[in-house]
């Protein structure tokens, strides 16, 4: 009983998930690997970091995990363009 | 047993009926309290061209031919004509002093004038043979719309309360760059956020537009930035619903070394895109009017139009999903047409 009712609750969660990171894209300021969501659809500013360069950059990728890039932003705007 | 499964069951589903009505407002817009006047201009498909990704938008205004943005040749545009046959790499000479490895280089295109900035405050004027450089510290803008050869449009950004809001902000170029004026968007919480839009200038009229994507609100400004008035557009969303939260970011040493600030629920986007032809405004919107069918409102795109000089809405119609993909980017010329889906550039005839 206990297996199944995890297996609903998994279900669930799952559910909320899909409906939840419709559209989602992480994305991290230069050198950090604290992920930010954006969530849209449009040419819109999803997260701001504040006491920056303002020319700091935000990529796909975090630091440690390879290439970065294509071009999102800079770390003032997280910015994605689909 | 049974009934136990059936208890799991019921739960499931319950479960799934709740997140569904959590979502309902990105779903079900059944009733958002207004409607359009549909009409219905003729829409002609002429011709495509298959993109070699989707990363594309449109650049500066159509012209005499169709100038394209691409995210990942930040350097370079990209020009097509109407026929939509081949793409051709527009190089844009820089000056020395420009920072091109900026991440985003803003483009815009007065013909022959294209015009490029970046965060580091440089400006560049290439005319197709000749590049003219700028420079202005301590400023900081983004989208820029080019008025004449010396003038531009930039959004910009103060800050504000421990925060950032934007501006919309008028920059001379002449022998040194002069910020002349800047027209403070209001003052509302998470600014960055909740003024948050599109920036476009109407050559025809000499308006400048600033679309808020959270409200359904058309700032109309002319070219010395003087308010001449706020559309409010045909939705009855007054006021953004933005929520935001600082989240520390902290170094290897545990240290607080910034913060950022986040929006901490999807926004509601309201209206995406704005552009302009013969005094008309053309807004894209998301929300379905309560006189829309749901399936002419899931299998089309719905435009608004309002008059420039009053501000006042005219009529919607709709623009066909192509491929069954969102419209991303359109802009009107005449009787033509130009929009991006994804990876598709769609040339169309347009007859009002």
Known sequence: ?82 | MKNKYLLIIFIVLLSVLVIYLMNSHRINQSSNKFTRKIVSPQITFRTVLNLPDKSFGLAGRLDNKIYLNHYSDRLNLQGINYSLKELDTVKIRYPSTFHIEALNIYKDVLFPYIFCTNHYGDISLFNGKVTTSYKIERFRFDFIKAVSPTTIIVRARYPQNLQNNRSIAKIVLSKKVVVEKEYPLPNKRNGVFTNDGMLIYDKDSHRILYLYFYRGEILNLDTNLNFKYLTKTIDTVKEARTKAQLIPQKGRDGKVIGRTLIQTSPPRLINTFITSNNNKAYVLSLLKADNELESDFESNQIIDTYNITDGKYISSFYIPKYKGIKLRHFQIKGNTLIAIYGAYLVNYRFVE
Do not use: W
């Open chain 1, 1 to 82: 009983m206990k297996k199944l009712l995890f297996a609903a609750l998994i279900a669930t969660v799952a559910v909320g998930g899909a409906f939840s990171s419709a559209n989602a894209v992480i994305l991290y300021a230069q050198g950090q690997s604290n992920p930010v969501d954006c969530i849209t659809g449009a040419d819109v500013t999803c997260a701001e970091q504040l006491g920056v360069d303002e020319t700091t950059q935000v990529y796909l990728n975090p630091a440690n995990e390879g290439p970065q890039g294509p071009s999102q932003g800079f770390a003032g705007d997280y910015t994605y363009n689909p």
